[in-house]
């Protein structure tokens, strides 16, 4: 499904307007089409993927390995995602720590509410902000050098203001020396929050990077938290179907997809 937004519309009434639109069409892959009527119609499964013995109370800085920043929708729909496998995550934006502990708390005793400079210290870092907003996060570092960033924003700006690039390889050239990979921006953060085990199947997460080796880590992440991973190769290549350009979306965006196997 390819959707258009029209050109006075904000970001977030698009998105609302597209969650307007669940159940959506679920397929199923290898398995022939599939329609899935209930929209969280499968049950939650009880296999979680066992906690890392990590002492939360304890919230050692060095331990964390995963921060998400931005806790709006999209942090925390991915916070749950986090909360529900037991794996701990830094959850950061503007606010101070203080002002987003309570809804971090109430997502999980794994999601750990920090100043914006502290969430930084972890590897992997999410990025779930306004897309213009990037260019805030990104001077908060003074060098990006081995971090690995998940670039779940979309923009909808004409690709002129791009420097006529993918939006991730723009996002990419202010956080310096990062290695990016663009992922979980293609389903709306409702379906995102919900248990990834559809039908007995793994909710579909797709991830591009023009950087090879930041691919693996990160669909090994999207496996713990129970997604099937799917590599579209190159941000300009496979991965432009998961980038709006402009005021278009890319064809897969909105796709919510599922796999038999992960
Ligand atoms: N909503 C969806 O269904 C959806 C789906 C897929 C992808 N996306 C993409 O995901 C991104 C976030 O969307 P959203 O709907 O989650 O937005 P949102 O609900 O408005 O949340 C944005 C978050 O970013 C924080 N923030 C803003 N500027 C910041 C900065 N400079 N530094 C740190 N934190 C900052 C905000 O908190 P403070 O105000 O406290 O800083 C807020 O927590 C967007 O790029 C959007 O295109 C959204």
Redesign the pocket.
């Known amino acids: 499904m390819t959707v258009r937004p029209r050109g006075s519309r904000s970001?977030?009434d698009v998105?609302a307007s597209i969650q307007a639109f669940e159940p959506m069409t679920r397929i199923a892959w290898g398995g022939g089409p599939k329609i899935s009527k209930g929209r969280h119609a499968a049950k939650r499964t009880t296999g979680a993927v066992e906690g890392r013995g990590i002492n939360i109370n304890t919230d050692r800085r060095s331990i964390l390995s995963y921060a998400i920043?931005?806790?709006?929708?999209?942090?925390q729909a991915l916070a749950r995602a986090f909360a529900s496998k037991n794996i701990k995550v830094a959850v950061?934006?503007?606010?101070p720590p203080e002002a987003l502990a309570p809804q971090a708390r109430a997502i999980g005793p794994t999601v750990v509410a920090k100043s914006?400079r502290d969430a930084l210290e972890a590897d992997t870092i999410i990025l779930?902000?306004?897309?213009g907003?990037h260019r805030?996060?990104a001077k908060a570092l003074p060098s990006w050098k081995g971090k690995t960033v998940i670039d779940?924003?979309?923009a909808l700006v004409p690709p002129e203001e791009l420097d006529g690039l993918p939006s991730s390889a723009f996002v990419a050239k202010a956080l310096t020396g990062a290695k990016l990979v663009k992922g979980f921006?293609h389903?709306?953060?409702a379906t995102l929050a919900a248990d990834p085990i559809v039908e007995g199947g793994h909710r579909v997460i797709f991830l591009s990077s023009d950087d090879e080796d930041a691919t693996a880590p990160v669909a090994a992440l999207a496996k713990q938290l129970g997604f099937a991973p799917v590599k579209l190769g190159e941000l300009n290549e496979g991965g432009a179907l998961v980038h709006a350009r402009g005021r278009t979306w890319g064809q897969l965006i909105f796709q919510d997809l599922f796999k038999k196997e992960q």
Do not use: H
């Open positions: 970001r977030q998105y920043v931005g806790f709006g929708a999209v942090g950061a934006s503007r606010r914006l779930a902000v306004p897309f907003e805030e996060v779940a924003m979309n921006n389903l709306i953060a």
